[in-house]
């Protein structure tokens, strides 16, 4: 079941030069007709250089940002404009997880606090109290439910993510876009996380859009990996064919970047380098 469904996706933004009010004005097209699907419980990674336009298009795919042409749809209804009750349905189904979890997370706010704002957004009131809702998210993600009323400076940054996604998982969504969720994370604490969502994924079976530049991390969680390089989709297919058998040029120059941890993956490449 196609859970989303992108369709000639386009984000222009539009960039002053230099002279105030009369300065000539310039648009620079971060996003150029993107199409992609994603299916319902399967993990689509996005992946790209910085500046390639993976952020912009979650972005958009989140309705954080409106796209300049295209279509979103979900669940087959456009949400690309939505307004009103059929936007805030919609973010109740959709929620995102960001890389910089401290910059995400209110300082003023309890852990209680941050976990049920999205409860309070959608005038929810959870069974059994906000206390016993946050304890039990808590111990889901792997925290301590006993520091329900702690605040996010008092956590570290692997333990702060972990509250990013208890916040997410509050209104049970049907997507959850990772906007380089664990890139700013130590490589043993983001193995820890990367785990923690690949076992809430087969718990509930929400879906995943998972945006990242690291392709030794997508390569563990992802279904089927998109490759942007200048706002476009250069390479579309699942892991197996896009890490073993690459038809982008672009593509191939990335894994070359990769440590090489999968010798079955080497091997394919090898034999369709030898086909070519």
Not at 186 to 215: C, P, T, W
Not at 258 to 272: A, K, T
Request: glycine share 8%.
């Amino acid at each position: 079941m196609t859970l989303l469904r992108v369709r000639d996706l386009s984000k222009q933004f539009v960039i002053r030069g230099q002279g105030g009010l009369l300065a000539r004005k310039a648009s620079f097209t971060a996003v150029d007709q993107v199409s992609f699907d994603v299916a319902l419980g399967e993990t689509l990674a996005i992946v790209g250089e910085s500046g390639s336009g993976k952020s912009t298009t979650a972005r958009i795919a989140a309705r954080l940002l409106d796209p300049t042409s295209g279509s979103v749809e979900f669940e087959g209804e456009d949400i690309s404009r939505a307004t009103g009750k059929d936007l805030a349905r919609f973010r109740n189904d959709v929620q995102v997880v960001f890389q910089d979890p401290f910059s995400s997370l209110n300082p003023r706010y309890t852990v209680e606090r941050i976990v049920t704002a999205p409860l309070t957004y959608q005038g929810i009131a959870p069974k059994g109290g906000r206390r016993a809702f946050t304890r039990e998210l808590m111990e889901r993600v792997g925290l301590n439910p006993d520091h329900s009323q702690r605040y996010p400076a008092q956590f570290s940054g692997g333990q702060a993510q972990r509250i990013g996604i208890a916040r997410a998982l509050a209104v049970n969504p049907k997507l959850v876009i990772c906007d380089e969720a664990v890139s700013a994370l130590d490589v043993s604490i983001q193995a820890q996380v990367i785990k923690l969502l690949m076992r809430l994924q087969r718990e509930s079976g929400f879906s995943y859009i998972f945006i990242a530049h690291d392709l030794a991390v997508v390569r563990q969680l992802s279904h089927r990996v998109a490759v942007m390089s200048k706002g476009r989709i250069v390479e579309l297919g699942s892991r197996d064919q896009v890490f073993g058998e690459p038809r982008d040029e672009y593509t191939k120059t990335l894994l070359a970047a990769v440590p090489r941890i999968n010798p079955e993956w080497d091997r394919r490449r090898r034999l369709s380098k030898g086909r070519s």
